[in-house]
């Protein structure tokens, strides 16, 4: 005997299913809610079942590379934060691939400072990330006119240049905001803070190169050892995920996350915080 199939969407969308003689309520961020919808044009039980289960859909979406237990999001064993597993529900929901996102997660073990790894995950929090192709993200940074840093005059920042130091110069202390690194951060702060002058410029960062996100300035910034200077700045990065043509330029691929940005000055003095 076939499991009996009744459903009712409300006006916002969510879904009140019976199937069989359970009863399920079924959100619009339900990671399969689309899949769920299709399905119940022409109803099959086991699938449902299958697409009801957030776990299985997570592992299915992910071919078993992050698996639910115990209601933990789990990478290769280790938990993810909170702000992560937000964007991967975001990916399920929107339908869009997943391979973007494993890119990052791969970038983001390469870190060698668990500390640091978990700073970032704060910056995620605050700042919905670009993340390009190849699993980087994007952040903004302003220039002198002629293309240098602001606080030396002495690093070219051209589009194609990539910029590094020493990781074991980057100030790590997250407690410390002007301090010694190379930093990016978020666009309303470039623009608010620091020189009003100037150029602005999209540069791209590996997660492994993130050092230290300073707690001031509400953690909108971070400090790196490396980044590669990808684009002129023309609009703001937002609602959008990257990729880069052979000649350096931005296209845009999808729309899923809002922007990132760069800054230059500390929020409480006018001091520079790094090259």
Request: net charge negative; charged share 30%; proline share 3%.
């Amino acid at each position: 005997m076939k499991d009996r199939i009744a459903y009712l969407q409300s006006n916002s969308g969510a879904i009140t299913l019976m199937l069989g003689n359970e009863t399920y309520s079924i959100a619009v961020d339900h990671p399969s809610y689309f899949k769920i919808i299709e399905n119940l044009r022409e109803p099959d039980a086991e699938e449902l079942r299958k697409l009801l289960d957030v776990a299985t859909a997570v592992s299915e979406y992910t071919e078993g590379k992050i698996k639910i237990r115990e209601g933990l999001f789990l990478y290769d064993g280790l938990e993810l934060h909170n702000s992560l597993t937000e964007r991967l529900m975001k990916l399920m929901v929107a339908g869009h691939p997943f391979d973007y996102m494993l890119k990052f997660l791969n970038n983001l073990m390469e870190n060698p400072s668990g500390r640091a790894v978990k700073e970032l995950y704060t910056f995620l929090e605050n700042r919905s990330l670009p993340i390009t192709a190849d699993g980087c993200f994007l952040a903004y940074k302003r220039l002198r006119d002629d293309w240098t840093d602001v606080w030396t005059g002495t690093i070219d920042n051209r589009v194609g240049e990539k910029i590094s130091m020493p990781r074991n110069r980057v100030d790590d202390n997250c407690n410390v905001g002007c301090s010694e690194g190379l930093h990016a951060g978020a666009i309303e702060y470039a623009k608010d803070y620091g020189r009003k002058d100037g150029k602005m410029v999209i540069v791209k960062i590996h997660p492994k190169d993130v050092v230290s996100v300073p707690l001031d300035s509400k953690c909108t910034k971070i400090r790196t050892c490396a980044y590669e200077v990808v684009d002129e700045y023309e609009i703001d990065m937002q609602e959008e995920v990257y990729q880069f043509s052979e000649g350096g330029g931005i296209e845009s691929l999808i729309s899923l996350f809002s922007g990132l940005s760069t800054h230059l000055y500390d929020e409480e003095e006018d001091c520079y915080d790094g090259e």
